[in-house]
C-alpha cells in the first residue's frame, strides 16, 4: 500500500493511499441504568419533589443537661434521603456531653470545627493540645481525629463535612489547612469593636467572621466551613437575607423573646411572609434551609448571640452563594440588595 504526507498537513500525518477493507463500526448497547428525560421533566428535581426539601428543625440544648458522657448526631438523613448521620446535604452537626471523662472524634471529613457551649477542658487532635474555655471555637483538618475531655461537666457542639464526601463518594487525602483556634476572649473583642462602629453596627448582620490566611478568596473558617459569631442587640430586628448555603444556627446566649423568621417570600414590607418562627434556646440549635429568607428579633431584654455555621465556603469558592439582602421598603427584585 503506498502513501504519501499531504501538502497541507502536519508531516507526521500521512494519508493513506490504496485499497482497504472497510468493516462494520462497532456498536454498544445503552446501558440498562441509563434514561433520558425531557427538560421539563427534569430541570428542577426539587420542584418536582423528586429530591426533598431540607426541613426545618430544631434541636434541644437538653442534651447538655442530662447526665454521662455522650455524643448525638443532629440527624436529619430520613427526612433527606440519604446516608447518615447528616443534618444537611454537606454538614452534619453533633451535640458532645463531658461529664468528667474523654470521648473520642473522627470524621472522614476535610474540615470539623468545634465550638465550646459550656464549661472546660482539653482536646488534642493534630499533634497539638488545645485548652479551650465557654466561646471558644477550633477547626481541625482532614485526618483530624481528636480525644476531648473535661474534670468537670463541658459542651460541644461539633459540625463536619462528611456528608458531603460520602455523597462524591470519596475520601480525605490530604489536609490543606493547619489546626486554628480561636479564642472567645479575642473574639468578643473584635465583635465588640465592629458593634461599636456605626458601619459595622449597621450592618444587615453585625457579627465577626473566622476566618483563615489559607483561604484569602473566601475569607471562611475553612475551605468549605462558614461561621460568624453574631450579636443581636435588645429590641432589634436584624432584616431578611438569603443565601444558597445552608445554615446549622446554634444559640450561645439569649433570653426568651427571641427568635428568628424563616420564610420563601417577602412582603410588601420586605420583611419575610407567612414565615416559620423558630424560638432561640441557649444552647439549642436549629436549620436554616438553603435559599430561605430568614431575619432575627430580639423583643427581649437583653443583648443575644449565634453562631451561624455553613457550607458556605465551599459556595463562595464555586461562586454559587448567591446572597442577596432585603431593603426597607418594597419586598420585590427593585428592594434587593447584594451589598449588606
Known sequence: MAHCV?????????????TMTITPRATTATSTQAKFFDYASAANPLQKGLISAIPYRSFSASFFDESGTALQPLDLSADLH????????SLCGNFI?????????NADATSQLFFVARGHGQTEACGQVFHWGEGDTFVLPAGG?????????????WVHDAPLLRYLGVSTVKPVFEPCFYSHQDARAELDAIASNPRGANANRVSVLLGNDAFPQTRTV???LWAMLGILPAGQVQRPHRHQSIALDFAVACQPGCYTMIGTDLDENGMIRNGHREDWVAGAAF??????????????????????????????????????????GRGDAGALSNTP
Not at 499531504?6 to 490504496?18: F, R, T
Request: aromatic fraction near 6%; charged fraction near 15%.
Open 6 to 18: 499531504g501538502c497541507n498537513l502536519d508531516p507526521m500525518v500521512l494519508l493513506l493511499v490504496g
Open 287 to 328: 436549620v436554616t434551609p438553603p435559599g430561605y429568607w430568614h431575619s432575627h428579633h430580639n423583643e427581649s431584654g437583653a443583648d443575644a448571640y449565634v453562631l451561624p455555621i455553613q457550607d458556605a465556603g465551599l459556595h463562595t469558592y464555586l461562586r454559587t452563594l448567591d446572597i442577596a439582602f432585603s431593603s426597607r
Open 145 to 157: 481525629e481528636a480525644v476531648h475531655s473535661s474534670e468537670a461537666r463541658a459542651g460541644l457542639y
Open 97 to 105: 456531653r463531658l461529664e468528667q471523662g474523654a470521648l473520642r472524634t
Open 222 to 224: 475553612t475551605h468549605t
Open 82 to 89: 440519604c446516608e447518615g448521620p447528616a443534618t444537611g446535604p
